[in-house]
């Protein structure tokens, strides 16, 4: 059998890409200190504006990061606050889920 792979969720996907991020941050300083080892012409202008650009693209990585965290955090706790005050709203609402999942699956 052929191995699907599935969709990356959204969580997953913001987790990819700030890795990817994080990737290009420090092959950017990589190349940037052999640039600079290399004693290549010129540079010093490019390697202060490169730098600017990776203290940026830190910056927003660490922000983004804790945000995500943030409402993370936010979420679960409203939805817990939510359970407790509505529990069987929240066991009916479940139950529907897991019926119109199983009704999806049964037709594949």
Known sequence: ???????????????????????????????????QRQGIDGVTDMRDRLESSIKQAKAQIWNGQHHLFDRA???ARLTNEAVHVHPWTAIGMAAGAGLLLGALIMRR
């Open 1 to 35: 059998m052929d191995k699907v792979e599935k969709a990356p969720t959204g969580i997953e996907a913001r987790e990819r890409l700030a890795q990817d991020m994080r990737t290009l941050v420090r092959d950017a300083e990589d190349l940037l200190h052999a640039a």
């Open 73 to 75: 955090r936010d979420t």
